[in-house]
């Protein structure tokens, strides 16, 4: 059973500070893409990375998907309130498998 | 406006009932998949269609189906509902069938079971 993993699953932090969140697997991922999703809403799409050492850079945000593609990080820098949601990574292997999620809270 | 639209945004039914959710995708795209999301299970693929024809089935109920039609909008059924069947199902969209580059979800359906 292909599974991903996302740590923290909570994270609370104040306006300004950096954070870094992170997606893992056992599993090799074609590909791999991050979503932010807000309370009653959808997930919305941020980024797919392809390539394993792939970094892309979204405004304040930055994400990197490891060598060996089994893992990716998302690095926000000076978070602001309008940060603040679930964000979820989705791998692809034959088919595309979400994780749990972090929930970030930022506070003004 | 992601552009894929989902009704009704709410649905309060009884369980034994039935319900249909209704999906339009993205202008373009072919592709529809049906997520089902809890606090405790996450985001759970439930079936794929693509032009019309199933793609791909993940943890679909047998009380749950779907289809896609010759105009591409979806329907997901939902027969015997239960007390746990409460949850946000999602639609999404994309132009192909493949998993590469991501999906555009709906706004959900919430439903509730009581």
């Known amino acids: 059973t292909q599974l991903l993993e996302q740590s923290p699953q909570f994270l609370s932090i104040q306006e300004g500070e950096n954070l870094t969140v992170y997606c893992n697997s056992s599993?090799?991922?074609?590909?791999l893409q991050w979503y932010r999703q807000e309370p009653g809403e959808g997930p919305v799409l941020l980024v797919t990375?392809?390539?394993?050492?792939e970094v892309k850079k979204l405004k304040r945000l930055t994400f990197q998907f490891g060598d060996a593609r089994k893992d990716s990080s998302l690095h926000i820098t000076a978070a602001q309130p309008g940060d603040t949601g679930l964000y979820l990574c989705?791998?692809?292997?034959?088919?595309?498998?979400f994780g749990p999620g972090t929930s970030l809270s930022v506070i003004p | 406006d992601s552009g894929v639209t989902q009704t009704p945004k709410h649905l309060i039914t009884a369980t034994g009932q039935r319900v249909t959710l209704r999906c339009s995708p993205r202008?373009?795209?072919?592709?529809v998949y049906w997520y089902q999301q809890s606090l405790d299970q996450g985001l759970q693929f439930l079936i794929q269609y693509y032009n019309g024809e199933e793609r791909a089935k993940g943890n679909i109920l047998e009380r749950f189906s779907a289809q896609q039609f010759p105009d591409l909008h979806s329907e997901l059924n939902l027969s015997s509902l239960e007390l746990g069947d409460s949850a946000l199902y999602f639609c999404?969209?994309?132009?192909?069938?493949?998993?590469?580059?991501?999906?555009?979800f709906g706004s959900g359906t919430r439903l509730t079971v009581v």
């Open positions: 989705a791998g692809n292997y034959d088919k595309v498998i």
């Open positions: 599993s090799v991922f074609s590909s």
């Open positions: 202008s373009g795209d072919l592709s």
């Open positions: 999404a969209s994309s132009v192909d069938g493949g998993p590469g580059y991501g999906y555009t």
């Open positions: 990375v392809v390539t394993g050492g």
